[in-house]
């Protein structure tokens, strides 16, 4: 039980420091002097290294253990925003945001979590995994709310510092808190490759194309509708708060039932949010997109990692697992790219959501393939 609530604690420093990124964007252009192009250019660098290094760090986790690796994530990612805080280029705010936040992030997200939890708790992983995605929404809706106070009082600078120095004390407090790793023996069995579950792999790397853009992206689209910066930030609390209801009530479900009919669930809700914020014109609409988003989207992470680590050698989870999140990565830093260039020809976001939109309802026909084929292979 430490082990999930630990690790709950850690992908609350590690998401929320993540996804407040969006947060800083129109505040850090006109503080910092940066485009908003450039920094949401910067945000698929980093996201794309985080995608690329997944298969050294799902290496380093199956050799040094998961404990380590996350803790020295988190340490990455502190850093980052710590030295944020004093870069006073262009050029400097993109590769502290690019090396320090891709590498921190990498070996503090997902993987490593569905590792240590993975190997902690064997074939119960689910409910614990949901357990501790709930950090992802306690640190999308702490965070973006602490920045947002801060801007106007102690400025950008300031707000990046005092972050980033509570990232480290929280991460001092983990470090000692979380248990030892427990590595399982070689040989204990399963399956060492993703072989027949590339379906699932494919709606997992849609899901991302969509999720990242609209956490760091909804913001700025917002305020370019005519919200204040306060009211836009606002839209990340709202939708944190839905995921982490969502996730609290998976924790129970997933106790008594399997991961793949509520996954299957969430994508569909994900395609309704995409389709709101698509057409919203007015507040109300695009809050419904927020809370439906949240709802749909975060949970979809432990529940894909549920299904896809099933009858996985825990041995080999780390190496095993990480070509999903290469996948993941990579597709999120796909749609980053994408959504930058649609906003720079067509001055505005909307296009990309109907984009969005067309991908979530690509993700819902992979996974009903995937339940045909095995359904078809149990008749057989």
Same mark, same amino acid.
């Given at each position: ?85 004093? %870069? /006073?280029?262009?050029?400097?705010? $993109? @590769? *502290?945001?690019? !090396?320090?936040? &891709? =590498?921190?992030? +990498? ?121 204040? %910066? /306060?009211?836009?930030?606002?839209? $990340? @609390? *709202?939708?944190? !708060?839905?995921? &982490? =209801?969502?996730? +609290? ?132």
């Amino acid at each position: 039980m430490r082990t999930a609530w630990a690790a709950l604690a850690a992908t609350t420093v590690s998401f929320g420091l993540n996804f407040s990124a969006g947060v800083f964007f129109a505040p850090a252009a006109a503080s910092y002097g940066v485009s908003i192009t450039a920094l949401a250019m910067a945000a698929a660098l980093s996201t794309a290294l985080t995608g690329v290094v997944q298969p050294y760090v799902g290496t380093l986790l199956d050799r040094i253990g998961a404990r380590r690796v996350l803790v020295i994530g988190l340490v990455l990612m502190s850093a980052s925003y710590l030295a944020l805080a004093t %870069v /006073t280029s262009t050029w400097q705010f $993109v @590769a *502290v945001y690019t !090396v320090l936040g &891709g =590498l921190g992030f +990498a070996s503090s997200s997902s993987l490593t979590i569905s590792t240590l939890i993975g190997r902690s708790y064997g074939t119960r992983a689910g409910p614990a995994l949901t357990r501790a995605a709930i950090g992802i929404n306690l640190g999308q809706l702490l965070t973006p709310w602490a920045a947002t106070a801060l801007f106007e009082p102690a400025g950008i600078r300031a707000t990046y510092a005092i972050l980033g120095a509570i990232g480290l004390v929280a991460t001092l407090v983990i470090a000692a808190v979380l248990p030892a790793d427990r590595p399982a023996a070689v040989g204990d069995g399963g399956m060492e490759s993703l072989h027949g579950r590339g379906r699932i792999v494919a709606s997992f790397g849609l899901h991302a194309a969509t999720m990242y853009v609209t956490v760091l992206i909804l913001p700025k689209h917002a305020t370019e509708l005519g919200w204040s %910066v /306060t009211d836009a930030g606002l839209l $990340v @609390a *709202v939708a944190a !708060v839905a995921a &982490g =209801l969502t996730s +609290a009530v998976l924790v129970r479900v997933l106790r008594t039932h399997p991961a793949d009919i509520p996954l299957r669930i969430l994508h569909a809700l994900r395609a309704l949010s995409m389709l709101l914020v698509f057409v919203a014109t007015d507040p109300v609409a695009l809050i419904a997109g927020a809370v439906i988003f949240g709802l749909s989207s975060f949970p979809v992470i432990p529940l894909t990692m549920a299904v896809l680590s099933r009858g996985l050698d825990p041995a080999r989870l780390g190496r095993t697992l990480a070509p999903a999140w290469v996948v993941h990565q990579l597709s999120a830093a796909a749609g980053l790219g994408v959504a930058a260039l649609i906003h720079l020809m067509a001055d505005g976001y909307r296009t990309y959501f109907g984009l969005a939109l067309l991908m979530s309802l690509t993700a819902i026909a992979l996974l009903k393939e995937r339940q045909h084929d095995l359904s078809t292979a149990q008749h057989r």
